[in-house]
């Protein structure tokens, strides 16, 4: 089982440009949600999909959107980059109305 | 709405000595609990989780928390620290009893250096 994965690992950005991270989960997993952890920082719930909707929705501005597949794999896409984008960003992947969410190692996006 | 406060940042202990980080939530349901670690560029494993029954709770690594509704408490313990604990904690509630698992409200961690 190769748990969830992410891709890239790490990218650097400039300011303004746009970026696309991208999430497997889990085998037999149909629930995504990512999460942005700013350095020193716990996790912060950006939005979570399933059956490709966007069912939950943190504290974030709509330069963050995202898209789920039919094979459930989940992109995670951030327009107009700011410099405070800058952090390690996490997908987590769960059996609809599951307890436990198993977690990727995550993108480290830099932007300058 | 759901909060969690993990008291202090940084915990430092012996190896062999107890291992206790502190966990407190907020919640108007009652919660789904979790404890996760984190090491260095890594991502979060989870450690140990509370949905219902026994309120003592074992998990990995010789890790075990204790849910106290009364104290609106979750505090992770360990009986004797090893070097491989060294790493990041974090305490997380779930914000829909009905979604356990989803949509975790995380501390901001804890953390944790073992000294030899």
């Not at chain 1, 966007?54 to 995202?66: A, H, I, L, T, V």
């Not at chain 1, 993108?107 to 300058?112: D, G, H, I, Q, S």
């Not at chain 2, 494993?45 to 890790?63: D, E, H, R, S």
Request: aromatic share 12%.
């Amino acid at each position: 089982d190769a748990g969830v994965t992410q891709s890239p690992t790490h990218l650097i950005k400039t300011r303004g440009q746009q970026v696309t991270l991208r999430c497997s989960p889990k085998s037999g997993h149909d629930t995504v949600s990512w999460y942005q952890q700013a350095l020193g920082q716990g996790p912060q719930f950006i939005f979570q999909y399933y059956e490709e909707e966007e069912r939950q929705r943190g504290n974030f501005p709509d330069r963050f959107s995202g898209h789920q597949f039919p094979n459930y794999s989940s992109e995670l896409n951030v327009n107009a980059l700011l410099l405070g984008d800058s952090a390690l960003y996490l997908c987590a992947s769960s059996l609809e109305g599951g307890i436990e969410a198993f977690f990727g190692q995550g993108t480290r996006l830099t932007v300058v | 709405a759901q909060s969690v406060t993990q008291l202090g940042s940084h915990v430092s202990v012996s190896e062999g000595a107890l291992v206790l980080l502190r966990c407190n939530y907020s919640s108007s349901v009652p919660p789904y609990l979790f404890w996760y670690v984190q090491y260095p560029n890594q991502g979060l494993q989870l450690l140990l989780k509370y949905t219902t029954g026994a309120t003592l709770v074992k998990g990995i690594n010789g890790f075990e928390a204790e849910f106290k509704k009364s104290e609106t408490s979750f505090h992770l313990t360990k009986p004797s620290a090893h070097m491989s604990d060294a790493a990041e904690y974090f305490c997380a509630v779930s914000v829909s009893a009905n979604q356990a698992g989803t949509a975790l409200i995380f501390g901001k961690g804890t953390t944790l250096s073992v000294s030899s």
